[in-house]
């Protein structure tokens, strides 16, 4: 899906979704663990920009496709961004040691599927407010043709 936008336009959208994912990411850290760490915000809006583009070049393909590259996506970011935190500057911000099929205590199987999960319903949730962003811009144009 190649749109024209203007420069402008794709900074300030690519700003509002890298602070979504940094929030969002945040919030689930609270949530599920009861607190976060400033290097998951970073982490958590590169993840979702990094898969706000994959999406808007690969709009054509199935949804379980799609939910299963931003489980690629986050599983990477996660594998890497926990080399530098945890590994290298010891920081201490997770450790999937104790999980069954984890690799270097980074990631593992268990997380990689929520992240599947999580990504399933950021795509269905997207949709549904695609479709009503349209229907309303429809209903917009055809008011101003009255």
Known sequence: ????????????????????????????????????HWSMALTGGACLLTFYYYLKENDRAPTLVKAAAGACIFTVFEFFVGIIVNMWFKWHVWDYSDQPGN?????????????????LVMLLVAGS???VRLRFA????????K
């Open 1 to 36: 899906m190649t749109t024209s936008l203007r420069p402008a336009d794709t900074i300030s959208m690519s700003i509002i979704v890298f602070f979504a994912g940094a929030a969002g990411y945040s919030i689930i850290e609270y949530m599920f663990r009861g607190y976060t």
């Open 129 to 131: 407010l695609h479709r």
């Open 103 to 119: 690799i270097m205590g980074q990631v593992c199987p268990l997380f990689s599927l929520a992240w599947f999960a999580l990504s």
């Open 138 to 145: 429809h209903e917009n144009n055809v008011e101003k043709r």
